[in-house]
């Protein structure tokens, strides 16, 4: 269908009752098979699986390392040694001829084949919660609507396979997790903790006998409720929803979230931290088909004190990105994995008198590896002189569209929102010297 | 030494002192300069009567719900939790007749319902955000919302400060309005385009700036007309001394260049009630709030239709068409009705809380005879019986507190008791999952939330053994006989009391209990009726 014509068609629709929409049967499958329901029939089982093998060629997941606060471009992937702006900071060789990243990150140096860097991001948001907001969805916040962030967009479209897990999870969540905006709250990242805790609420409280009562009682007040409500009450999905939560509970699929049982080396290859134990289980919880998993390394905002705040996270940071783009590789995951690694801004050239450096959207930095990105590229430069012009620069939603375009999903591809505007899952254009399609 | 104990001793006495101030707002009445009189019964009936005619042509095979539940409607609209078992039995004291009325008063009088309706509508003025750091107090302009509130001020007068008002955004709280929309990391002062979004949408419920980047395709909005309407908020400046109009032309972002660009302030309709004299903000506030300008209450009644069914009467709720002199505009008919008697009288908010929630539809039953799914349909699009809706995360956690008290939870209740409440409320809130400004979207529960009241901490801890906290315990030991263990924990947690085949299969389990047992059986009845569908939707 043309464009316009689907846009006039959706407009259209709009005009219909609310309560017809959100009653229509169409949309009550449409959801429940969204929000996983279809995996329990087998029918849906086997044409998932059938989906699953078709896109076989794109991405089929993503796991996106957050440096909440916002990272100092110098002191991470875009350092300019000997300059005044970099005030000190040194830089190291890589494996790649002419690609250099600031000191201490010695083990992702060694993993630079495949990873790429875009060095010329620019935007306006220099505010924490806008920023934040801009990076994970690829669009300036808005107050008349939610943009859903890009794990959220992944479980919309791509097929849910045999996962009884949330597919879109978000470890040691910030202040802003990832949100399912207008695609639905059911898209929202699944909140957990670091791994060495359980993950939260998925134990019954009681033994197994006495939830099953439990269970057999509460379904004795909703017989009672149900009569004369009958469609109200399937459209709420209430009962659908406690079905998978308690597959979810039962799940063998949640040890994913854990990391004790993996080899000592393998642990202290990640880091003995919580963030390396989060990537851990990112790659851990991809292996069992979940979609995206955000992993949120804090403390960024390095006002004063900058490069010693930088030294200390770098430390955590290096190992646990560097082992998680090797451990992906060796079981062949990285292929159909996209790891993107950054924060919400960049900081200013220049340090200020508390040894700190402020908030720069103006050029920075984000590393992207995997899922047919091609590896080993670097995209713009940022001035050495610390102005804001920046050769090649790239907007963020242009890594949307990227990252989108390894998926497999058309950036271009417009949604309806529930009040009635359609919306692209990105405005940018992809950057085709990351995308190797050959694959 | 001295100075640096007594420094110390001054800044916990500060401390305790904003913890105090925290939990127990300050009442502090401002100086209305109009006062809507109050309505009298037969007046406001007639209003009623009105408002139900307009819906009668409809009028379907459906009846009037139970009085408990609307009660229970009422309660979760106005103070965002359910009623307690102390203000159930005071309910059922009253005669069955007058009970309603009662009731309405008594909610309209209560804090708890300013303070849950400013947060309500404070979600459409200046959105969830906490916004900038400093110049911007969120807790602050939700206090002073619920003041106004509380003190029944004109809904005009209301606007009017927050469009015009000049100060600074802590002595002069409305001001929180503009300054939310400063973005002091990027050197920017209040954005005008911002504040004509807000203004459009949540005191006109126009879409005025669908048109901000380009004109739209399906309305006839301009990009002209959006941006006349930013250049009153185009001389909004921050200073030293807070929020003032600044002496220079106004000035707008443009949208797509992202450069200024010099604009002339003008309004996109009703231009005979924009005043000629003022100050910018001044004039677009007159204009806004002009009884001409019919936009106004018609946004102001969908709104206050949406808080107490749940699902706004013109859908999206910030997108109804314009009034419309020959009656065509597609509206229902209540609206203007509703509209026309706001206008005229006063803007008083609670004469049309009050109107809206005597009036049939909210009166309705949430049932269809037969389960006929096609009546089902037709009959929900006419208000004939009453939508299920979801509850917010707040109004859950609100009525999983309440019913696990059976004293009612509010400012009377011991600080301690308050203070627990205030954190409990945050940190599942939080786990819960807020929506956020999207306030009335039709979405479905998701996994987390049902673990959250399966599993949650909170649940555990609320419905657990403990005789002095706990209501499951306390029902469990003191009710009289297991028929009225049963009831009271359903009137608890459901405001009803349960069908004749919820009490035999409950009474048998309880049947012959004790001690640890019985404590236990309470605590599973807690549980089954926490997770049931009703409990966590309005109905």
């Known amino acids: ?439 | 030494m001295w100075a640096r104990n007594l420094l110390f001793v001054t800044v916990c006495l500060a401390g305790l002192a904003a913890l105090g101030g925290l939990l127990s707002p300050v009442h502090k009445p401002p100086a209305a300069r109009r006062v809507a009189e109050a309505p009298t019964a037969a007046d406001l009936q007639a209003a009623v009567s009105r408002l139900n005619a307009s819906f009668a042509p409809h009028a379907g095979p459906t009846s009037r719900a139970a009085n408990l539940t609307i009660a229970r409607r009422l309660s979760l609209a106005l103070t965002g939790t359910i009623p307690s078992l102390a203000e159930i039995r005071e309910f059922e004291a009253q005669p069955p007749d007058a009970a309603i009325d009662w009731w309405l008063a008594e909610l309209l009088a209560d804090r708890r319902s300013s303070d849950y309706l400013a947060e309500r509508l404070a979600r459409a003025f200046v959105g969830t955000q906490d916004g900038p750091f400093i110049v911007y107090r969120r807790r602050r302009f939700v206090s002073w919302l619920a003041d106004q509130l509380h003190t029944n001020r004109p809904y005009d007068e209301i606007v009017a400060e927050l469009i015009a008002s000049d100060g600074l955004w802590t002595s002069k709280p409305a001001t929180n309005f503009i300054t939310v929309t400063i973005q002091p990391d990027a050197g920017k002062g209040p954005d005008a385009n911002q504040l004509a979004a807000r203004t459009s949408r949540a005191f006109l419920g126009v879409r005025l700036d669908c048109a901000e980047c380009h004109d739209h395709p399906f309305s006839k909005w301009k990009q002209s007309d959006f941006q006349s309407l930013a250049g009153f908020f185009g001389q909004a400046a921050n200073s030293l001394r807070g929020i003032r109009d600044a002496d220079r032309p106004a000035e707008i972002d443009d949208p797509l260049s992202g450069e200024p660009k010099r604009i002339t302030a003008d309004v996109p309709f009703a231009a005979d009630a924009l005043p000629i004299d003022g100050t910018p903000r001044v004039r677009l506030a007159q204009w806004v709030t002009d009884a001409r300008n019919k936009a106004f209450a018609r946004a102001a009644v969908n709104r206050v239709w949406a808080q107490l069914f749940g699902r706004p009467l013109i859908e999206p709720i910030d997108d109804i068409p314009l009034a419309d002199e020959s009656g065509t505009d597609g509206t229902p008919e209540a609206l203007a009705i509703l509209a026309d008697d706001f206008a005229t009288h006063c803007y008083d908010l609670r004469r049309l809380i009050s109107i809206i929630a005597l009036s049939e539809p909210f009166a309705a039953e949430s049932r269809v005879a037969g389960d006929d799914a096609a009546a089902a349909d037709t009959l929900a699009t006419t208000w004939n019986v009453f939508p299920l809706t979801r509850l917010r995360p707040e109004q859950v956690v609100g009525s999983l507190l309440q019913a696990c008290s059976l004293a009612t939870l509010d400012y009377q209740s011991h600080i301690v008791v308050r203070f627990f409440r205030a954190v409990g409320q945050a940190e599942f809130v939080k786990r819960y999952g807020d929506s956020g400004e999207e306030e009335f979207s039709p979405q479905g529960g998701t996994i987390p939330q049902r673990l959250l009241l399966m599993n949650g901490e909170l649940v555990k801890d609320r419905t657990k053994e403990n005789l002095v906290a706990n209501a499951a315990t306390q029902i469990g030991a003191l009710a009289s006989t297991d028929e009225k263990a049963v009831e009271i924990a359903y009137l608890a947690c459901l405001t009803r009391r349960p069908t004749s085949a919820e009490m035999q299969h409950f009474v048998a389990k309880l049947a012959g209990t004790r001690g640890d047992d019985r404590r236990q059986q309470m605590e599973d009845l807690y549980w089954a009726l926490v997770n049931s569908t009703e409990f966590s939707w309005n109905h």
């Open chain 1, 1 to 439: 269908m043309e464009p316009l014509a689907e846009l006039v068609q959706a407009h259209a629709e709009l005009n219909q009752p609310l309560v017809q929409q959100s009653l229509s049967r169409r949309r009550l499958l449409g959801a429940s098979a969204l929000t996983g329901v279809g995996w329990l029939t087998p029918v849906a089982e086997v044409l998932a699986r059938r989906a699953e093998r078709v896109r076989r060629e794109h991405a089929q997941s993503v796991i996106l390392l957050w440096l909440a606060g916002g990272p100092s471009q110098l002191e991470t992937f875009d350092p300019h040694p000997g300059a005044a702006i970099s005030a000190g900071t040194t830089a190291i060789d890589t494996c790649l001829s002419g690609v250099q990243l600031a000191t201490g990150f010695d083990r992702l140096a060694e993993e630079m084949a495949d990873v790429s860097l875009v060095r010329s991001l620019v935007s306006k948001e220099g505010d924490h919660e806008r920023g934040t907001y801009l990076v994970k969805t690829g669009y300036r916040p808005d107050p008349t609507l939610v943009h859903p962030s890009i794990g959220a967009i992944c479980c919309h479209q791509l097929p849910v396979g045999p996962v009884e897990i949330p597919r879109h999870v978000s470890i040691l969540p910030g202040q802003w997790p990832a949100r399912g905006g207008y695609l639905g709250n059911q898209f929202d990242a699944f909140k957990t903790l670091d791994p060495a805790k359980r993950v939260p609420d998925v134990a019954s409280q009681v033994p197994a006998e006495r939830q099953t009562v439990r269970l057999s009682d509460r379904a004795v007040v909703d017989a009672a409720f149900l009569p004369g409500r009958r469609r109200a009450v399937e459209a709420t999905m209430h009962g659908a929803m406690i079905e998978q939560a308690l597959a979810m509970m039962g799940s063998a699929q949640l040890r994913a979230f854990e990391t004790s049982d993996e080899p000592a080396a393998v642990c202290a290859a990640y880091g003995d931290t919580p963030f390396g134990r989060g990537c851990l289980a990112a790659r851990r919880l991809i292996e069992q088909g979940v979609r995206c998993v955000e992993v949120t390394l804090a403390g960024w905002d390095s006002h004063t004190k900058n490069h010693e705040t930088h030294e200390r996270l770098i430390k955590i940071l290096d190992p646990a990105f560097a082992a998680l783009i090797a451990d992906l590789r060796e079981r062949d995951l990285l292929r159909h994995t996209v790891v993107l690694c950054g924060g919400e801004f960049g900081r200013t050239p220049r340090v200020n008198p508390l040894e700190g450096r402020d908030h720069w959207p103006h050029g920075f930095s984000m590393a992207m590896a995997g899922g047919g990105v091609r590896g080993g590229q670097v995209i713009g430069e940022t001035d050495p002189e610390g102005g804001k012009k920046v050769a090649d620069p790239r907007s963020v939603a242009d890594v949307h569209a990227t990252v989108l375009t390894a998926l497999g999903i058309d950036p271009a591809h417009e949604e309806m929102t529930p009040v009635g505007r359609p919306m692209k899952f990105s405005e940018g254009a992809a950057i085709a010297e990351l995308l190797d399609m050959s694959i």
